[in-house]
């Protein structure tokens, strides 16, 4: 492109001291809409359970104390202690088992009369027993649950607990009149037990992940700083779930997102919507996305300038440079550059050019490269020769841009805008494996390039 500025410069400037030309005309008028098509981005997501767990297992009774009296039999009470719940992960649920202790105490009548007491009394001194109590040491028991957990539209967890096993170590013999206690203090706990998996569920339904889904949810909609270059735009439009995984203390499950992803040199107002309804949802962890990378001409024109302002070049002794280059727009689909210059020589030129990507090399050039209307009609009064095809056939040669050096800076920078902590407690990570060009357009503003973009990234919820 650089050698394009300067030949056409000189060339222009032959015949004449001064060359002033009219604007060209550009596009008034947006082409159509250029549709872009749905991309998928699968994000494994890892939420560490283990703060979570630790508040369930607080919230939990430690501690179960219960009594049945009857006149006549067996009356008792009890105590049941349990120990701290280990957690233990499994690939669809979570199995659990909790050591637990209890002392029970029991009296015994033979036979009741109610002549004194409408609700009877002993006709003997009741017998008082205990197993586990006072200096004796508590009986042992070994119980187990196992809880399913699911995630619903609503982004709620949805707990199932199920008592498993509920083994006493300890036998609760009563010698003293032939009673086994131990199946009724099993029936009584295990019934506690039961009470138990509700309030588990419960404390379990209780977890708030909606909260931080949603704000991945809204800072995807929002525009991720890329260096220097501008904003990387996500664009979600619906998401869905895989099933839940359970794991050394961590839930890990697969989002997939219809996104419509775009980066731009300006900044964008997007409007953010509401977290959509969860729908469930399955793929291959990672991205393949068609990236719209939008740049408007007035950022490419300053990207021009920094190469060519201020340049100055020898044509037969007599200096000129330049003042200024820029885009000007875009002209039936093709680009209008306008290029100042002053020294010996100085005036306006304009050329037009259609940009042509090459998707093998990964580079652009110019082709159909000619002087524009109006500056034609300047120059058939002033240098005619210039309209030789073999001039505009070598200016083409020198008009490649080499696009390998800026993917590789855009891939960087695609890296460095999704390395990061998106809220407090939520991290979002990833790399790019492969970035290229398939397709140009040009509108009233910006040329668009669409890309192909392949990577991987994942969310870490703490």
């Not at 050698?3 to 001064?18: D, N, P, R, V």
């Not at 929002?222 to 735009?233: A, E, M, N, Q, V």
């Not at 939520?426 to 492969?434: D, E, F, H, L, T």
């Amino acid at each position: 492109m650089k050698h394009l500025f300067y030949i056409s410069l000189a060339l222009s400037l032959f015949s004449c001291k001064t060359i002033s030309v009219l604007v060209p005309v550009h596009s008034t008028i947006a082409p159509p809409p250029i549709k872009q098509a749905v991309s998928s981005l699968n994000i494994p997501v890892e939420i560490e359970m283990k703060s979570y767990l630790k508040m369930t297992e607080e919230a939990l009774p430690k501690k179960f104390i219960d009594s049945i009296y009857q006149c006549e039999g067996v009356s008792l009470s009890y105590v049941f202690i349990r120990e701290p719940i280990d957690f233990k992960f499994k690939n669809s649920s979570i199995d659990y088992e909790v050591d637990g202790k209890f002392e029970l105490k029991l009296n015994y009548c033979p036979k009741c009369h109610e002549l004194w007491d409408k609700n009877g009394s002993c006709t003997i001194p009741r017998v008082y027993v205990s197993c586990g109590s006072g200096n004796e040491a508590m009986r042992r028991v070994k119980v187990a649950y196992t809880t399913n957990i699911s995630l619903g539209e609503n982004y709620k967890f949805k707990s199932t607990t199920e008592l498993k096993k509920f083994n006493i170590l300890d036998p609760c013999k009563i010698t003293l009149f032939k009673y086994d206690a131990t199946p009724e203090v099993e029936r009584q706990v295990t019934a506690q037990l039961i009470s138990l998996e509700n309030d588990i569920d419960k404390q379990i339904e209780a977890l708030d992940v909606k909260s931080s889904l949603k704000d991945v949810w809204t800072e995807l909609q929002k525009g991720l700083p890329i260096s220097t270059y501008g904003f990387l735009y996500i664009q979600p439009k619906s998401i869905g779930m895989s099933e839940l995984e359970f794991r050394n203390n961590k839930v890990f499950l697969d989002l997939h997102l219809a996104v419509y992803p775009f980066v731009s040199t300006e900044e964008q107002k997007e409007k953010i919507t509401a977290l959509p309804p969860l729908e469930k949802a399955g793929g291959k962890s990672g991205f393949n996305l068609n990236l719209d990378i939008r740049a408007s001409y007035d950022s490419l024109s300053a990207f021009v300038g920094k190469e060519f302002v201020g340049e100055e070049f020898d044509f037969k002794g007599k200096k000129i440079f330049v003042t200024g280059i820029k885009i000007s727009g875009a002209q039936d689909q093709k680009l209008v550059f306008k290029m100042d210059f002053d020294g010996v020589k100085k005036g306006t030129v304009y050329l037009t050019g259609t940009p042509t990507l090459d998707t093998i090399m990964q580079k652009i050039s110019m082709k159909e490269l000619d002087f524009d209307i109006q500056t034609k009609s300047v120059l058939l009064k002033t240098a005619k020769w210039l309209f030789n095809k073999r001039i505009l056939d070598e200016l083409e040669k020198n008009t490649v841009f080499e696009l390998k050096d800026l993917l590789n800076e855009s891939k960087s920078n695609i890296v460095s805008a999704i390395n990061t902590e998106i809220t407090k407690g939520v991290k979002m990570s990833g790399a790019v494996s492969k970035i290229s060009l398939k397709e140009i357009y040009l509108d009233k503003n910006s040329m668009l390039l669409r890309s192909g973009v392949s990577g991987t990234l994942k969310i870490k919820i703490d």
